[in-house]
């Protein structure tokens, strides 16, 4: 008889910390995903290309970054019929239960893990007890292998229950790049959802803490941004040069100077730089990644094309071209606060939780909102909770880890949701978390 994966909640963990895999190369957590599915049964499971339209993702990498990941899968004992389905980095999936009249419910969980070396120290849990990543230099150091185990589970326990409606749950790629959320919101799978769930672990609450809703995400864009100057002799000839380093340096040192906005927070940052070929030639070209965020997606829009016109200008400046490219964004979605009333009255009643907060600010950014908006804009309500748990350093740290304790914690309050969702189902807007 095959273990309940509710019972082994530890160890399903803990098989996806071993084996973290980045944006669009998560080959090897899509084939453990589908083996986890297939095994609960469900009504309908899509994979890669049949869960979403490929062309509607971002961030996509090179060819080139994705073949050695998806041998290495390979290489792992991968499904080879499951990995046809992820030709060209589409990876993800979503899964479906089907059980007549009641409501459709959407559960959002997120795949991918970092570029961040995990660390080796004693103390480190996971390499204390042997479950640190296999993966040189790439981690899940923001908590999806929780996500991914409580996305399992809810749907194992949801399938086994009399649950009457509708559970499509969204294993989502590249969530890190903001590239994997919109073309699962322009999925058919989105389509006609009542209410949606998405979720993160921690956050800086601890263990027994539930967030009911988020408020305020920023919506934010990465961009890519490429100046192409005219090399020439440093020594020798140096006006015949356009420097592309004096270009990138002008365009640093105005893109912090773009005003703020009255309207709301807004952020600008040049993450990475890098130019040039050797210290006795003019630099022709220059590459830098940065990002734009607002407390809005106005806002964001506002800072990312006054950013736009600062590359240019400082191109123009130093006599240079300049390429200008939104790798991904992302929208500002508020949690329904009808939604988050039903989570925290849920919450409330669950073994190990003994604080639950209605909302919190998350300042940060999530592509979860294309989804949450997805839905908004067709009717139905949706909310970003969170599950405290205690982590020993920050999310995207070498040290990061979470407490176990949580995973049971995650399922609960999940599952307990949506079978609320189907008890009072429609849920009005004015009158949720009323006393009945």
Known sequence: ???????????????????????????????????????????????????????????????SDLEPWLNRARE???????LGKMAGGNTGAVAVLERGDGPSVGLRVDIDGLFVEESTDD?????????????????????????????????????????????????????????????????????????????????????????????????????????????????KAPNE?????????????????IPRHGDGMTRVNVGRVEAGTSSNVVAERAHMEAEARGE??????YVKSRLERTVASAAAMHGCRAEFDVVSESPRAD?????????????EGVEGIDSVLPAADFGA????????????????????????????????????DVDERSLGHGVDVLVRTIRELERRHPVPRATVGDDE
């Open 1 to 63: 008889m095959v273990e309940l994966l509710r019972d082994r909640l530890e160890t399903v963990r803990r098989g996806f910390h071993r084996h973290p895999e980045p944006a669009w190369r998560e080959f090897y957590t899509t084939a453990r995903l589908v083996e986890e599915i297939a095994r609960i049964g469900v009504d309908e499971l899509a994979v890669g290309a049949d869960a979403y339209d490929p062309a509607d993702r971002m961030a996509v990498p090179d060819e």
């Open 76 to 82: 792992y004992g991968a499904d080879e019929d499951v």
């Open 123 to 235: 103390d480190h849990r996971p390499a204390a007890e042997g479950f640190r990543s296999e993966r040189d230099g790439t981690m899940h150091a923001c908590g999806h292998d929780a996500h991914m185990t409580w996305g399992l589970a809810t749907l194992e326990a949801v399938a086994a229950s009399d649950f009457a409606g509708r559970l499509v749950v969204f294993f989502q790629p590249a969530e890190e790049l903001s590239g994997g959320g919109r073309p699962m919101a322009e999925s058919r799978f989105a389509e006609g959802l009542d209410y949606l769930l998405a979720v993160h672990v921690g956050l800086d609450h601890p263990t027994g803490e539930v967030v009911a809703g988020i408020e305020k995400p920023l919506a934010m864009c990465h961009v890519d941004v490429t100046i192409r100057g005219t090399s020439a002799h440093a020594g």
């Open 241 to 257: 040069g356009d420097n592309a380093i004096q270009a990138a340096g002008t365009v640093i040192q105005n893109a912090y100077a």
């Open 296 to 301: 809005t997606t106005e806002l964001m829009e």
């Open 335 to 347: 949690s329904d606060p009808e939604l988050q009333a039903l989570v925290a009255e849920v919450a």
């Open 365 to 400: 950014s999530e592509d979860a909102t294309f989804l949450m908006d997805r839905v908004q804009r067709d009717g139905g309500l949706a909310t970003y909770l969170i599950v405290g748990t205690d982590h020993p350093t920050s999310h995207h740290t070498s040290t990061f």
